[in-house]
């Protein structure tokens, strides 16, 4: 019998590795097909961009920028991107893993019967069929990867509760370090979600209370201090890897509310209010809790608000985004792991049912809000039919085809970024890292064979260095130096001298 029963265990352990590693190659040779077809026809997500160029100047630039693995940006968004030296494969593999681990998840809690096959199958089409889920599994790398940390971080911050087993209070405090090595700003939701697990024993000593908080805490902690005493011996600055994301990622609307704690709870309201259809799953959560009552989930409350909070976080450090809907998706793994986790003893079909259909309805309104409201979902959908002209690949692409295969090249990559990536050969540019930037800047004319200056407003206060160093560039004139043309924010000029009188540089790639 023990036998038999020993088998079976072992039959269904490796039929569910076999269903998870199918539906994970399934995802990502899926993914990957989208996110290729869309750069193929001009679109892509800009942070893809920027990783896949930083990358390149970590193993192809002149030197190497061995500083981009750490110290100043969030790492572990590099993580995948380095080990597979290419952004696309590297964001459908973590789209795959996270989208491969919540349907696990989705799976076990339907065998158990937690969540009714309606829920599963909810679920299942709108991971596949929404517009937002799509873009963020294809494209948006650093927050689909933030969703599958926190989704894992809400299975054991649930377990700790339900069984407080310290293994998981342990994990759970290394899931927030790595939510911290995503988004820094991430580390706000700390307390948020471990204070209220304080309250779910009846008696507890004030040394335990202590104990969780010091378990929860100290991963988070450990790095914040070691990220900001790296950033102190390199930068002069401790907390100088906040200000350098931001300057990276910027803004993407008119006003910049950074550090205003009024404006952000403004930008909140109006998140909330945009992406009201895309978020009634939480509502539901909120009116299941409140049917069941406090008992056996007295975190699910911080976990629902856990997404607002996050968006208020971003919103203070100024790293916002307001025309995008993927942030849904966090609401929506708010709301479904209370499913997935909290057992409730009596069965309300009604309220299983009324989840399904906001699930459904979310999922309609993701493909008919108007496209202003989310650009970057709708021309990843525009680039998955035809070819789109107005976006950041399109625009370097028509840069670089005005460029001849040799000769460098001086850029600011702070915004030209894309403009490096798609050329693919680093060794043509004089990029700010490099030791010779401010000489080439003082006088291009006699180094450089193209100068390409980013004229777009920046929502965030940091200009183009070449623009900064020849505000006249912005208008058609650079001193020795012809325009060819304007391409989207970028402005190009090429060298009207003869000879590059060189000092010390070099022409060729």
Not at 401 to 428: K, M, Q, S
Request: net charge positive.
């Amino acid at each position: 019998m023990e036998l038999q029963k020993s088998k079976a265990q072992i039959h269904n352990k490796t039929t569910e590795i076999l269903l998870w590693g199918g539906s994970f190659l399934g995802l990502f040779l899926f993914l990957l097909l989208l996110n290729t077809t869309a750069y193929k026809n001009n679109y892509a997500y800009n942070e893809l961009l920027m990783l896949g160029e930083k990358v390149m100047l970590v193993f192809h630039g002149s030197p190497p920028r061995l500083e981009n693995l750490g110290f100043v940006y969030p790492p572990l968004m590099y993580l995948f991107v380095l080990v597979f030296q290419n952004p696309f494969i590297s964001a459908a593999f973590v789209g795959a893993l996270s989208a491969s681990l919540l349907l696990f998840f989705t799976f076990k809690a339907y065998k158990i019967g937690r969540i009714p096959l309606v829920v599963a199958f909810s679920v299942l089409l709108y991971i596949l069929a929404s517009p937002a889920s799509l873009f963020l599994l294809s494209e948006h790398q650093s927050l689909c990867l933030f969703a599958c940390v926190f989704l894992q971080l809400v299975h054991h911050l649930y377990r700790y509760c339900r069984h407080h087993y310290t293994i998981d209070l342990l994990l759970f405090g290394m899931m927030t370090a790595f939510l911290f090595f995503i988004r820094f700003q991430a580390i706000i939701l700390i307390p948020v979600l471990i204070l209220p697990s304080l309250l779910t024993k009846e008696k507890q000593s004030i040394g335990q209370k202590m104990s969780v908080i010091i378990i929860a805490f100290f991963p988070s902690i450990f790095f914040l201090s070691g990220w900001s005493y790296i950033n102190w011996v390199f930068m002069k600055e401790p907390l100088y890897f906040f200000r350098a994301w931001l300057s990276s990622t910027g803004s993407t609307i008119e006003w910049n509310p950074g550090g205003d704690w009024y404006g952000a709870t403004v930008y909140l309201f109006e998140r909330i209010k945009n992406l009201a259809p895309l978020i009634l799953p939480v509502a539901v959560a909120a009116v299941r809790q409140w049917k069941i009552g406090y008992r056996k989930c007295r975190v699910t409350p911080s976990i629902l608000a856990a997404p607002f909070i996050l968006i208020w976080a971003d919103a203070i450090s100024g790293v916002i985004h307001e025309h995008s809907m993927s942030y849904s998706i966090l609401f929506l793994l708010a709301a479904l792991s209370f499913w997935t986790h909290v057992p409730v003893e009596e069965k309300m079909p009604w309220i299983d049912r009324l989840f399904a259909v906001t699930l459904i309805i979310s999922l309609v309104f993701s493909w008919v809000m108007p496209a202003n409201k989310n650009r970057e979902e709708y021309a990843f959908r525009q680039a998955l039919v035809s070819p789109i002209e107005d976006s950041s690949v399109s625009h370097a692409r028509a840069v670089v085809n005005h460029i001849r295969p040799n000769g460098l090249i001086l850029i600011d990559d702070t915004r030209g970024f894309p403009v490096v990536f798609v050329e693919g050969n680093a060794r043509r540019f004089v990029l700010p890292y490099q030791y010779e930037y401010e000489t080439v800047l003082s006088a291009p004319q006699f180094f450089v064979d193209y100068v390409i200056v980013y004229s777009g407003k920046a929502k965030i206060p940091v200009q183009d260095r070449v623009a900064g160093r020849w505000p006249e560039a912005l208008f058609g004139y650079l001193p020795g130096f012809r325009l060819v043309g304007h391409f989207g924010d970028f402005i190009l000029y090429e060298r009207t001298e003869g000879l590059i009188e060189k000092a010390g540089l070099s022409t060729s790639p």
